[in-house]
Each structure stands twice: as C-alpha cells, then as structure tokens.
C-alpha cells in the first residue's frame, strides 16, 4: 500500500534512519490534506483522490465484490516442470503435495523508494498500463510494509519448506528494487505454480481494522486472461482466510468486503497476468495503531505465516 493518511510519529524527525525519515516527510506531505477531513472515512475518500491510480496494491478505481461461486472457473492443473531461480529451495516430499511448487511474492521492496523513477515507469498489464512498483505503506513508527513482507514470506517459506513443498520467492530485496508488477506474475507462471500468495499490509486511516484476500476478477485482454484461474484462486484465498483467522485470531477487514474478508479486484496487475491461482492479502493496517502493535510483532507474523501456509497446504491438498 502506497498511502500515507496520517502525521508523522514526534520521533521520526531525530531518532531514526534516513529511511525512516524518509518516509516521515512523506507522510507529512499529507498531513495538510488530512486534516480537512472530518471523519476517518471522508479521509480515506481524500486518500483516493489525492493519490489516484497507484501501481499494484492501490487502491482500486473500483471493487468487485465477491460473486458466490463461478461457474465458469476450469481447474488449473499441476506442473512438474518448475523454472530455476536462485531463490529456489528443495526438499522432497509424499502425498498430494509431492512434486508441487508454491511462489510467495514479498510486496515492494525495501530499496524501492530509493528507486522511484525506475518504479514509477508503466508496464503492460494487458488490461492497462500501471506502474512498475510501489514503495508500499508503514507504521506510523517507520515499519515499512517492504520489511513486514519479506519477513512474513520467509516464515512461510520455511513452514512450507517443512511440508515437502518447493518455495520460490520472486525476490527478497536482493536488488535494488522491484520486482516490477508484471515480472512478479511472470515468476508464478515460469515457475508453473500450483499455488502463488503475494504477501502484503494495508495503509488506510486508523480505525480499519482486519485482514482481507484479494481474488482475481474474470478479465481478458493483452496478455492477461483470469477466467481459469478465478475459481481456483477463490478457493485459495478462501482457505488462506479461515486459517489466517484462526491462527491469528484477527477479523476480516471491517473497511472493505461486507465482513467476508474477501475482495475481487479487476485491476491489479500481479493479478491480471497470473496463469496460475493466485491472491493477495492485506494482513492488516499499518496505519492503524492496534493492528500495528500486531503487524510489528514477530510471534503474530509467525502465525501469520502459519495461517497462511495451512491455507496453501489445504487447497494443494495437504
Ligand atoms: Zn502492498
């Protein structure tokens, strides 16, 4: 999440890195703004109108709200062919989840806002023409949302890792930014995975609370054709939600989502380009106070991490 919708904490300003300065003046640039809000909704109205169309995990021209069941999803089958890449582990494994492939995409990229000309250049997401990258949201501490997904993408990584499963993660800020929006779809999809989660955390006004999965909307144009991967992404996100719920105890977003935890989204590039079932989610608001002391805690992230995994392992079968 790329918004910034409140002040600076009173530390950012002499006590903490260049980083976390940096991202202080840039909350600050919309300070002015937000204070001629009334109500935390009006604000999060502003923060749309201010910001406009952002890159990946921005906040979308408009939400779809989750259908009940598609009809029209076809199965994606299992591949035994995976692509090599550096981030790659093995470790063999029985059962259902034998020979399967799982791609974790960390969200944004810590270096990512020291790159912002690279980032903000636009690729094609066959539907669109969207930004290469976002340098995410924080905490109002400076915990910025790049940190929180490598970290909660490499305890998934390992609790998966523990199943037998082959991990990829699309990058762990071993470059200077990025992974651009369509590079990180095309990872899932070279690596022929049988499931693919892009790990993220909201930044909207305090007060919102709550996780929420983004599935991908039936969509066709350029190179982006969802329609076989919608039904089974629904099914992915769904067991990501119930198990995220449980291990974490957190509710589903009470801003988005009529309460489902559960949002569809047409304009997402990660998304658009996927061949293979894929979601996002958003395991919390950096901007809100209560779910921060959550995000910013390494045993939550841990069960976060572990709700997640359960969720995979339960749609691969497992
Ligand atoms: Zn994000």
Redesign the pocket.
Known sequence: ??YDDSPPSPESASSVSPERRWFARRSGLAVGAAVLAPTALAGWVLVQVTTGAGA??ARPPRIVMPAASPTDAVAVSPSSAPAESPAASQSPAKGPLAGKTVVIDP??NTGNFKHTSEIDKKVDIGTNRKECD?T??TTNSGYM?AEF?LDVSRRLRTVLEAKGLKVVLTHQADRPFGPCIDERARIGNEAAADAVVSV????VSEGNRGYHIILPAKVKGGAADTAKIVGPSRDLGERIASNFARTTGSAPANYLGSGTGLVVRDDLGGLNLSTRPKVFI?CGNMRDTKDAALLTSPEWRQKAAQGIADGIVGFLGG
């Open positions: 999440m790329p990946d995990d969200g944004h976002t995410g949201t949302e997904t993220h955390a909201d930044g958003e």
